[in-house]
C-alpha cells in the first residue's frame, strides 16, 4: 500500500519506515526543508516530500496517492522548546490540514499518533488500577497533552461525520536506541537533585539519605511503604508491530488504542539487572513525600481488536540498549 508518514525522519518514523518498506510497502515522508536528520533515512526506498504540516499545500502535496497515512508528526514535550502557538499550529492545525487532505484523497485508513501525557499518571500514592483507554479520564497538565486531546477529538469527528477511517494509538513513554539506559529517575543523582532544597518534614530524612552519597549510583526508587515504584514504556518494535498489525484491519477502524510493553517494570528486579550490566553500585531507598510511579496499563483491547503482542519487556529493552551503545561505540550504529 502506499503510506504517507509525517515525522518520518524521528525516532518512531525511522523505524517504522524501515518496517513497512521491509513489508512491501511504497512510503513517502513529508519532511521539512533541509532537516538534517534526513540523513537517517540513506538507503532506504522512500519517497521525500519538502514541506510544513501547518501548509494545508504541502499536505495535500504530500497526501496525493496516498492510501494509508500514520500521522506521527508533532511539536512534542522533549524536543523543542516549543511555545504555546507552536503546540497550537504544529499539533492541532497541522492535524486539521492532515484530516482535511485525507478526506479529499479518500483515504482507506488514517493513524493518529496520541500520548499517555494526556493522563494523570502520578497522584499520591500512585493508581490502583490499570489504566484501560476506554475508562481514564483524559486530564492534560500542559499543552503538548491538551494538544493530543484536540487531535483525538478532531480525528474521531473525521470518523463520525466525514467517515475517514481513524485508528487512535495511545504511546506510552517510547524508548529506542539506547534512551533505556539514561532514564533519569534510575540515577541517584535525579532524587538527589529532586530533594536538593527539600530540608523540612520527611523529605529532609531522604534528602540526608541521598546526600551521604558523593559518586553515581543507581537507585531502587520505593514510596514511603516500601513499595517498589513500577513503570508501563513501550519499546519502539513493539510500537511498529501495532501499526504492522493494523493497517488495514477492520477491527482497528473508529477506535482508540493503548499501546505499551508486555507488562510494567519494576525498580527493584530492574535496577539489580541494570547494575550488574553497567557495572554499577546501587541503594535501595524509600522516597518520602514524594508522589510515587507506580502505574500500568491494561492492554486487552488491543490485544483483542488487533492482534498486538508486544514482546519486548524491560530486559530485553535493557539488553538491546546495551547491544546498540556497543555498536555505536565501534562505530556501527544500526536503528534497532
Same mark, same amino acid.
Given at each position: 500500500m502506499r503510506v504517507l508518514i509525517t515525522g518520518i525522519t524521528g525516532r518512531v518514523g525511522v523505524h517504522l519506515a524501515r518496517a513497512l518498506v521491509s513489508? $512491501?510497502?511504497?512510503?513517502?515522508g513529508l519532511v521539512w526543508n533541509a532537516d538534517p536528520s534526513v540523513a537517517k533515512l540513506d538507503g532506504l526506498s522512500v519517497d521525500l516530500v519538502e514541506g510544513s504540516l501547518t501548509e494545508a499545500e504541502d499536505v495535500r502535496r504530500a497526501m496525493k496517492g496516498i492510501e494509508v497515512v500514520c500521522h506521527l508528526g508533532a511539536a512534542f514535550q522533549a $524536543?523543542?522548546?516549543?511555545t504555546h502557538d507552536d503546540y497550537f499550529q504544529i499539533n492541532v492545525g497541522g492535524t486539521f490540514n492532515m484530516l482535511e487532505a485525507a478526506t479529499e484523497q479518500q483515504v482507506q485508513h488514517f493513524f493518529f499518533a496520541s500520548t499517555d501525557a494526556i493522563y494523570s499518571k502520578y497522584p499520591a500514592g500512585g493508581l490502583t488500577e490499570p489504566i484501560r483507554e476506554d475508562l481514564m479520564p483524559r486530564t492534560p497538565s500542559g499543552w503538548y497533552a491538551l494538544s493530543k486531546i484536540l487531535g483525538e477529538e478532531?480525528?474521531?469527528s473525521y470518523f463520525l461525520s466525514r467517515c475517514v477511517p481513524i485508528t487512535i494509538f495511545r504511546f506510552a513513554l517510547v524508548v529506542a536506541a539506547d534512551e533505556i539506559l539514561n532514564f533519569r529517575q534510575f540515577y541517584l543523582s535525579h532524587w538527589q537533585h529532586i530533594y536538593e532544597k527539600r530540608t523540612t518534614g520527611a523529605a529532609s530524612e531522604t534528602q540526608q539519605q541521598l546526600l551521604?552519597?558523593?559518586?553515581?549510583?543507581?537507585?531502587? *526508587?520505593r514510596d514511603e511503604n516500601g513499595r517498589s515504584y513500577q513503570k508501563h514504556i513501550l519499546d519502539v518494535r513493539d510500537l511498529v508491530q501495532a501499526f504492522q498489525v493494523a493497517i488495514g484491519n477492520s477491527q482497528s477502524i473508529g477506535e482508540i488504542f493503548q499501546l505499551a510493553a508486555p507488562a510494567p517494570f519494576v525498580w527493584e528486579t530492574?535496577?539489580?539487572y541494570l547494575a550488574q550490566t553497567l557495572g554499577m553500585e546501587y541503594v535501595d531507598l524509600c522516597l518520602l *513525600?514524594?508522589?510515587?510511579?507506580?502505574?500500568?496499563?491494561?492492554?486487552?483491547k488491543s490485544r483483542e481488536r488487533i492482534g498486538y503482542q508486544p514482546q519486548c519487556d524491560i530486559f530485553n529493552t535493557i539488553d538491546s540498549a546495551l547491544d546498540y551503545r556497543s555498536r555505536l561505540q565501534s562505530g556501527r550504529s544500526e536503528l534497532i
Amino acid at each position: 500500500m502506499r503510506v504517507l508518514i509525517t515525522g518520518i525522519t524521528g525516532r518512531v518514523g525511522v523505524h517504522l519506515a524501515r518496517a513497512l518498506v521491509s513489508d $512491501g510497502h511504497q512510503v513517502r515522508g513529508l519532511v521539512w526543508n533541509a532537516d538534517p536528520s534526513v540523513a537517517k533515512l540513506d538507503g532506504l526506498s522512500v519517497d521525500l516530500v519538502e514541506g510544513s504540516l501547518t501548509e494545508a499545500e504541502d499536505v495535500r502535496r504530500a497526501m496525493k496517492g496516498i492510501e494509508v497515512v500514520c500521522h506521527l508528526g508533532a511539536a512534542f514535550q522533549a $524536543g523543542g522548546p516549543f511555545t504555546h502557538d507552536d503546540y497550537f499550529q504544529i499539533n492541532v492545525g497541522g492535524t486539521f490540514n492532515m484530516l482535511e487532505a485525507a478526506t479529499e484523497q479518500q483515504v482507506q485508513h488514517f493513524f493518529f499518533a496520541s500520548t499517555d501525557a494526556i493522563y494523570s499518571k502520578y497522584p499520591a500514592g500512585g493508581l490502583t488500577e490499570p489504566i484501560r483507554e476506554d475508562l481514564m479520564p483524559r486530564t492534560p497538565s500542559g499543552w503538548y497533552a491538551l494538544s493530543k486531546i484536540l487531535g483525538e477529538e478532531m480525528c474521531m469527528s473525521y470518523f463520525l461525520s466525514r467517515c475517514v477511517p481513524i485508528t487512535i494509538f495511545r504511546f506510552a513513554l517510547v524508548v529506542a536506541a539506547d534512551e533505556i539506559l539514561n532514564f533519569r529517575q534510575f540515577y541517584l543523582s535525579h532524587w538527589q537533585h529532586i530533594y536538593e532544597k527539600r530540608t523540612t518534614g520527611a523529605a529532609s530524612e531522604t534528602q540526608q539519605q541521598l546526600l551521604v552519597h558523593q559518586e553515581e549510583k543507581l537507585v531502587i *526508587a520505593r514510596d514511603e511503604n516500601g513499595r517498589s515504584y513500577q513503570k508501563h514504556i513501550l519499546d519502539v518494535r513493539d510500537l511498529v508491530q501495532a501499526f504492522q498489525v493494523a493497517i488495514g484491519n477492520s477491527q482497528s477502524i473508529g477506535e482508540i488504542f493503548q499501546l505499551a510493553a508486555p507488562a510494567p517494570f519494576v525498580w527493584e528486579t530492574t535496577i539489580p539487572y541494570l547494575a550488574q550490566t553497567l557495572g554499577m553500585e546501587y541503594v535501595d531507598l524509600c522516597l518520602l *513525600a514524594q508522589n510515587p510511579t507506580f502505574y500500568q496499563f491494561d492492554l486487552s483491547k488491543s490485544r483483542e481488536r488487533i492482534g498486538y503482542q508486544p514482546q519486548c519487556d524491560i530486559f530485553n529493552t535493557i539488553d538491546s540498549a546495551l547491544d546498540y551503545r556497543s555498536r555505536l561505540q565501534s562505530g556501527r550504529s544500526e536503528l534497532i
